[in-house]
């Protein structure tokens, strides 16, 4: 079955240093990944995703992820962070194999921006 | 502009007392499905469809029922709500069942069972 790991509960960054949210993943065949982005009191906002093609997958608000089929990772990143990019961030995967049943998702990441 | 709508968006309610929470995408979008959001736990799938009058099970469907006689429209139909059902809720579509389609969230439905 798919799963989806996110190590960290909470990632403190200082505003205006680089950022790394992090996701590894299972899947039985190939992965699709997926970041989402959920501010207070909102729903889910697609970032960006992997499906094919170049490892490196640029997204919304100038967020990016590295696909790592080695290590089985989807980390996020972007390179200068701001106050307001704090928010719960969630991976999430299908799995080709697998794809009935949806997304699963990773439980999230906490990550505070300080000024 | 493209949405998904869910209502409503905060509800306390009474053990037992049936409730349904609708949604409602205009993205003519084949796929949709429940979540409930629960600290440390993500997100967790409660029932998902994949077309009209196609529904199935996701992970937590206990306590839960869906109806999908509209393409746009797939309600969540608590029969006898429990504590243990209190939880942010989410509805959610997508084109289609292909891996490579984004899912779309609508803005979540707070629920108290007290």
């Known amino acids: 079955a798919q799963s989806v790991a996110q190590p960290e509960d909470q990632v403190n960054v200082a505003e205006g240093n680089p950022l790394t949210v992090k996701c590894t993943y299972s899947?039985?065949?190939?992965?699709?990944l997926f970041w989402y982005v959920q501010y207070p009191n909102r729903g889910l906002q697609f970032l960006l995703k992997?499906?094919?093609?170049?490892?490196l997958v640029k997204g919304s608000y100038g967020f990016e992820a590295e696909f790592n089929k080695s290590q089985t990772s989807f980390h996020l990143k972007k390179p200068s962070a701001l106050v307001s990019d704090s928010a719960l961030y969630f991976c999430?995967?299908?799995?080709?194999?697998?794809?009935?049943?949806?997304?699963?998702f990773g439980p999230g990441t906490r990550l505070s921006v300080l000024p | 502009e493209a949405q998904v709508t869910q209502n409503p968006r905060y509800l306390i309610t009474v053990t037992g007392k049936k409730l349904t929470v609708t949604c409602s995408q205009n993205?003519?979008?084949?796929?949709m499905s429940w979540y409930r959001q629960d600290p440390g736990l993500g997100l967790r799938q409660i029932y998902y469809?994949?077309?009209?009058?196609?529904?199935d099970k996701g992970d937590v469907p206990e306590g839960y029922k869906v109806s999908r006689k509209e393409k746009r429209n797939f309600p969540l139909i608590l029969e006898s709500p429990s504590p243990n059902q209190t939880s942010l809720y989410f509805c959610?579509?997508?084109?289609?069942?292909?891996?490579?389609?984004?899912?779309?969230f609508g803005e979540g439905s707070w629920l108290t069972v007290v």
């Open positions: 959610a579509s997508s084109l289609s069942l292909g891996p490579g389609n984004t899912i779309y």
């Open positions: 899947v039985s065949g190939n992965p699709y």
């Open positions: 992997y499906i094919t093609g170049d490892n």
């Open positions: 999430a995967v299908r799995d080709t194999d697998n794809y009935g049943q949806n997304f699963v």
């Open positions: 993205m003519n979008h084949e796929y």
């Open positions: 469809s994949m077309n009209v009058e196609v529904t």
